[in-house]
């Protein structure tokens, strides 16, 4: 069992910019591969990013390429989502997921994180 806290949102203007945290609990967090979803309001959740455990692999939903980043720390058991020149269309609720025979990782989620991009 994996329990999953993010971290990060808030509130930011167009083009700015902001770094999601998730910490997950457990000993064995580099076994979990991990990823990033949205949800906006009224549509359905839809992949972000996703990252191996080794972290030796990314890969990032085409409208988010080039602008998000995905790291993590596996001694710190923490995954990150760099975003950067973030448009008012990516205001969402920002998931945390974990997962080792899912892809992208699915198994377990955090209870999200807000991100309101203002024009």
């Known amino acids: 069992q994996v329990q999953l806290v993010e971290s990060g949102g808030g509130l930011v203007q167009a083009g700015g910019s902001l770094r999601l945290s998730c910490a997950a609990s457990?000993?064995?967090?580099?076994?979990?591969?991990m990823g990033w979803f949205r949800q906006a309001p009224g549509k359905e959740r839809e992949f972000v990013s996703a990252?191996?455990?080794?972290?030796?692999?990314?890969y990032y939903a085409d409208n988010v390429k080039g602008r998000f980043t995905i790291s993590r720390d596996n001694f710190k058991n923490t995954v990150y989502l760099q975003m950067n020149n973030l448009n008012p269309e990516e205001t969402a609720v920002y998931f945390c997921?974990?997962?080792?025979?899912?892809?992208?990782?699915?198994?377990?989620w955090g209870q999200g994180t807000q991100v309101t991009v203002s024009s």
């Open positions: 457990g000993r064995t967090f580099i076994i979990y591969h």
């Open positions: 997921a974990a997962g080792r025979d899912s892809w992208p990782p699915n198994a377990y």
């Open positions: 990252i191996t455990g080794s972290g030796g692999n990314t």
